[in-house]
């Protein structure tokens, strides 16, 4: 099914590349099949997405929210910090009481104790 619908959606892209639709679809699609955002399998898919939909934040909050949501858990399951906290900053605004960011501040701020020390 998932398979499916990112093929429509990859044609919608190819035929009207500058519609933010097809991409954002094509990254959840994505993102379904990488539910803990650890492959980065729809990151493509939401940067081009991003490219086309900052430039009307307000109109593409709830998209844009799912978006950086997902490239920042993707980035912090990477451990790459710096990428991780572009996405939490760009977040932040539209969504302050966003749950996965508080969970990460959580982890951040009391990680976890690893047993058998190095």
Same mark, same amino acid.
Request: hydrophobic fraction near 35%; proline fraction near 7%; charged fraction near 25%.
């Given at each position: 099914?998932?398979?499916? &619908? $990112?093929?429509? =959606?990859? +044609? *919608?892209?190819? $035929?009207?590349?500058? *519609?933010?639709?097809?991409? =954002?679809?094509?990254?959840?699609?994505?993102? &379904?099949? %990488?539910?803990?955002?650890?492959?980065?399998?729809? +990151?493509?898919? =939401?940067? /081009?997405?991003? &490219? *086309?939909?900052?430039? %009307?934040?307000? @109109?593409?909050?709830?998209?844009?929210?799912?978006?950086?949501?997902?490239?920042?858990?993707?980035?912090?399951? /990477?451990? %790459?910090?710096?990428?991780? +906290?572009?996405?939490?900053? @760009?977040?932040?605004?539209?969504?302050?009481? $966003?749950?996965?960011? @508080?969970?990460? @501040? %959580?982890?951040? &701020?009391?990680?976890?104790?690893? $047993?058998?020390?190095?």
């Amino acid at each position: 099914m998932l398979g499916k &619908a $990112s093929g429509a =959606f990859a +044609q *919608l892209t190819t $035929s009207y590349p500058d *519609l933010t639709t097809g991409h =954002f679809w094509q990254g959840m699609a994505a993102a &379904a099949r %990488d539910v803990e955002a650890k492959t980065g399998v729809a +990151q493509p898919y =939401f940067d /081009k997405y991003l &490219a *086309l939909a900052e430039t %009307d934040p307000a @109109k593409n909050k709830a998209g844009l929210i799912k978006a950086y949501t997902y490239l920042m858990v993707y980035y912090y399951n /990477k451990e %790459d910090k710096a990428n991780m +906290q572009k996405y939490m900053d @760009k977040l932040v605004p539209l969504d302050p009481t $966003s749950e996965p960011v @508080k969970q990460i @501040k %959580d982890i951040m &701020a009391n990680p976890p104790q690893r $047993s058998g020390g190095r």
